[in-house]
């Protein structure tokens, strides 16, 4: 048996037990933002325990690994709902950033099945178009500062 092989053979058992254990906890930590500035980042400058969102069918819930900050994000907590990307009151929803992300599939939801498998491992294309509009994961659509985030249909298409 090639070296080349045994990989592959420890990787797949890897995979699984990888997969096993990812079953999350009911509640995970994220930071959203609430308008513009410092103060208005999470609950009391803490991050929001918040119950973990549970997939459609057509979803995936995704555990996220790593985000990086990019100067981006730094303009969204400057500026707010002023900030261009920003249509909305972010008081009444508001954002989470950070679209730089690495995750992992936690969840998948039953019409992706065959598509996806828990345990895979992804980064995230930031710029998502939906009918000729840009919905950027961390501006219209949540981002990674969050321990887990749902991806639908604008990310997986």
């Known amino acids: 048996m090639s070296g080349r092989c045994r990989w592959r053979r420890r ?3 890897c995979r699984r037990e990888a997969s096993k254990s990812m079953t999350p906890a009911t509640h995970h930590l994220r930071w959203n933002l609430y308008g513009a500035g410092l103060e208005n980042l999470g609950h009391n400058g803490k991050p ?3 119950p973990i969102p549970q997939p459609a069918p057509n979803e995936l819930l995704a555990r996220i690994d790593a985000v990086g900050i990019c100067f981006s994000d730094l303009k969204i907590l400057r500026l707010g709902e002023a900030h261009p990307k920003i249509a909305r009151d972010l008081r009444l929803r508001p954002v989470v950033m950070g679209h730089e992300i690495s995750c992992t599939i936690a969840q998948v939801g039953d019409a992706l099945k065959d598509r996806f498998q828990v345990g895979e491992r992804y980064i995230v294309q930031a710029d998502v178009y939906v009918n000729g509009r840009v919905q950027a994961v961390g501006y219209a ?3 990674g500062y969050s321990q887990y985030t749902v991806f639908g249909e604008p990310v997986l298409n």
Do not use: K, R
Request: charged share 20%.
């Open 11 to 13: 990787w797949g058992a």
């Open 48 to 50: 929001e325990l918040l």
């Open 141 to 143: 659509l949540d981002g």
